[in-house]
């Protein structure tokens, strides 16, 4: 027989073996080159860590103390998988299609994204599988315990040797399942090497029943003979607990959190559950088919042996060494394979559900899962899975008994299985509501907990005084047998009742609540979910994946940047091929590059479209959603700013060509100014010369060539005041002098001023000064200014033959207007614009010089005194009005 | 036989001072006011020399140079051009639309009478020229 140090030493090469397989595993997944991975065998072969050593080492212990009851372990399961296999595939669609992580993600999932639900059914399966793991401490411990026989050398404390088992349990979780956040949460490396383990403990305990039957007895018909004489033949089943026991397992391998996790997250193809339907119902067939003759066997071979240990101790008894050592390696494979994958589970629903949610709130806002927060989420999962191994390894020290712990199996299959009805009425009912599901599975674990859990840890020594008289000595309330119940079957009531109440709480509190928008969505996604989500497209292998992402991220960040990425990926991983493998590391660059464009959501979805197949969910589409708004508000703003812009640009433009005009203008003004300035200089200059050089000249023509030197000079003398007068009034810095004045004084004024001017021709002007008593407040003396412009214009322009202006005053509510009309032709009415221009020419043809600056001086009068003076257009004679502000009263 | 000479200018003072200087040449010296009106007046005056102002009621003399140089009759009549814009464009388009010469307001008069005495056509300076050389010879 081996040695306790030799053994050791196969267990770690064996370890090494497995670490060896998930590396290769791992690193040929990135490369995509590992079909074997992705394959149905695989898949089925994953799915077996159902049989945990629980059932490896347990199922012969169980049968020969209570018969063919351990049929039901197996029975469950296969019911499920053959007859239910609908609504396994509906589980797994909707898992793949939402890309669930975790039985509490997917809960939580379906009655919109509820966090406390999640957060419930994290604890929940923490509290249901932690007995678990310590019984798979315990089996392996006591497996090493048959070898170490006392006294021989090197004796362990089984305490130290379930120390060294989970510490190294932990270590290859914390390296195959933590190495980096997957978008789809596998971890082929992980899978791989429980596939592994899975056909060494099938092989196991196949070669142990072979040695049994041909080896031990004398054939098939020495055993059955062998059976009939057994107690197991004698065992009466009882109907009840056979039906509630396959209900049971058949609840497990849908609410475990760690058959979940193979079922479903690992799951690389949907496919694949087609194969696993019967493979797998195959394999737990081939797992229990030498059960019975193990028991029987041992029974009658190891009389006061442990049952539990035939599996092992049989061939040792038999100085089957080899055996024996296969035997060991079988039952050490289901242990660790069930605690890595259960840890793995667990500790992506504590980080995700409870650390992360924690340090977020903490965080105040924080962000999408990315960068910083990967790192936190990746730490969170490696405490939490040392956390939930070291968790499992008080309770193996703390229950201690060997009895205590088998029992346990069942009751933590129970407390798991309070998730049911919230799992499958969601997926049937869209009635199905948070409230309702957080009351059924509050009610049915409180029940199983006050039932079942309690009186069996407290049986362990934690409570005993609670357990023996109830909560505050309430005898009734005991846990295990409140009211009264029966003690008959405790696992049998507490399922009865907690499922029950569970399944009523869960519908009584939906009917009564109403689900949110995000519920009824997600509601119809995973009712309907045929419906929300593609077929899921073949395998295409990597090099269809790479480009499909190239065409994609080309899209995104454009060709030449998305080529420039995928090259460069691929020569960082040593390929000649532009093409890189869509390795997790590749795809998380990809992801982030992506993410500057369409933002993380979006991105994350994307990507995972095309590399999981998982179609997008309504948690993606609303993070897309919310990108998009955010996108959309951005996006608004830059048309904002454009339209700004724009109206800027047509602001500077009209500014420009403004200035152009004005430009244009002044030029025009200078080259007008000059032309008045010289044309009286012309004039002044030729006399002057006349005057100087001819000697001879008549007195009558040197006084008129005098004269009109000095009428010249007066005109140029007239213009510069003029020019100044308006480059005051437009600059603005006229000061007005305002006084109550009558009209009529200022009318008067301006009359006589313009009298003295009248030359030749005399102008009649025709007024009522009856409506001309009017007392306004104005400057009068650039009032009369105005008026004596009007006046000598119309002394100027008007050609008939009687020239007369009529002045007439109306007074209006609030202003009072005059108009100056004279019956002369008036103005052409495509010249009328130009009249206020200054030094406008007139094509009168009526030979009169042009009007100078006099309307333009006057117009800006009447517009700084607060009136205004148009022309108006369509009289016979020209017509002017002035319009005067009014607080104008009647002249007392 | 005197030189004709037609002056179209619309400021009264300025044609007054330029016929009085001109008739002291000893020219025949006639005004018009009108720019609309002007080309019909040269036609039927007929003058030796024009002088032309630019800014003229009715008609720019741009335009009205342009019609003469279109005009066979008048095509190589000598234009004097004045101005009082005193823009260095108005000389160029003066030149460029066939005048003879320009002159900026105000000038001097002796300037206006050697510049017109240049423009005197070669026939007609012949004619002078070619009595007082008769007479010499």
Sequence with gaps: MLSFNGLVAVCVVYVAGLFAIAFLAERGAAHGRARWLNSPVTYTLSLSIYTTAWTYYGAVGSAARSGLEFMTIYLGPTLVFVGWFWLLRKIVRIGRAQRITSIADMISSRYGKSGGLAALVTVLAVIGTTPYIALQLQSVTLAFGVYARPGAFGAPDPDYTAVWVAGGLALFTIIFGTRSLDANERHPGLVSAIALEAIVKLMALLAVGVFVVWGVAAGPADILARIEASPIAQWNGDGARWLGLTVLSGAAILSLPRMFQVLVVENQDERHLATASWAFPLYLLL??????PIAVVGLAELPGGNP??????????????????????????????????????????????????????????????SGDMRQVALFARRIAIIGILALGLIYYRLSGGAEALASMGLIAFLGVAQVLPALLGGMMWRGATRVGAAAGISVGFAIWAWMLLLPNVGAAGLFPGLVAEGPFGIG???????????????LLTTMVLSLALNLFCFILGSLLSFPSPLERLMGAQFVNVYDHSPTPAAWRGSVGTADDLLVMASRILGTTRAGRLF??????????????????????????????????????????????????SVRDLLAVADETAHMMEYSSQLEQKSAELTETAARLREANRKLTELSVQKDSFL???????????????????????????EPEARARFSRIIHDESQRLTRLLDDLLDLSVLESGRVSLNRQPVLLSEVIDRAVHATSALAEGRRLAIIRDRATEEIEI???????VQVFINLIANAQKYCVAEHPELRIEVRRGVDRVDLEFADNGEGIPARQESLIFEKFARLDSGSGVPGAGLGLAISREIMSRIGGGLAYVPGRRGAVFRVALPAPARDAA | ???????????????????????????????????????????????????????????????????????????????????AKGQTRDRETALALGANAFMTKP??????VETLNRLVPAHRSADRAGGAGGAGA
């Design chain 1, 777 to 783: 407040v104005t400057d009068a003396d650039r009032l």
């Design chain 1, 671 to 697: 080259s007008q100014v000059s032309h008045e300035l010289r044309t009286p200089m012309t004039s002044i200059r030729s006399f002057s010369e006349i005057l100087m050089q001819a000697d001879t000249l």
């Design chain 1, 476 to 490: 009734w309330l005991r846990p295990g047998t409140p009211f009264g119940l029966a003690e008959t079957d405790p």
């Design chain 2, 1 to 83: 036989m005197t030189l004709r000479v037609l002056l179209v200018e619309d400021e009264m003072n300025i044609l007054e001072a330029i016929r009085f200087i001109l008739s002291r040449e000893g020219w025949d010296v006639r005004g018009h006011g009108n720019g609309a009106t002007a080309v019909e007046m040269i036609v039927r005056v007929a003058p030796d020399i024009l002088v032309l102002d630019v800014m003229l009621p009715g008609r720019s003399g741009f335009d009205i140079l342009r019609d003469l140089r279109g005009r066979p009759d008048t095509a190589d009549l000598p234009v004097l051009m004045l101005s």
């Design chain 1, 567 to 616: 090259s460069e990926a691929a020569a960082a991983q040593g390929r000649d091929d532009h093409l890189p493998e869509p390795t997790p590391d590749f795809l998380e660059l990809l992801e982030r590059e992506l993410a500057g464009s369409v933002g993380a959501a979006t991105a994350h979805a994307m990507v995972g479209q095309i590399t999981g197949g998982a179609s997008v």
């Design chain 1, 287 to 292: 797992m229990s088919v030498f059960v019975v």
């Design chain 1, 308 to 369: 539990d240990l035939f599996v092992l101790t049989l061939p040792l008894q038999m100085g089957q060494g080899g055996l024996a050592l296969l035997a060991f390696l079988g039952g050490f494979s289901a242990a660790t394979s069930m605690v890595i994958v259960a840890a793995l589970a667990l500790s992506t629903m504590i980080s995700n559900h409870i650390i992360v949610p924690i340090w977020m709130a903490a965080k105040r806002g924080g962000g999408a899962m």
């Design chain 2, 107 to 112: 000038f001097s008069n002796s300037e206006l």
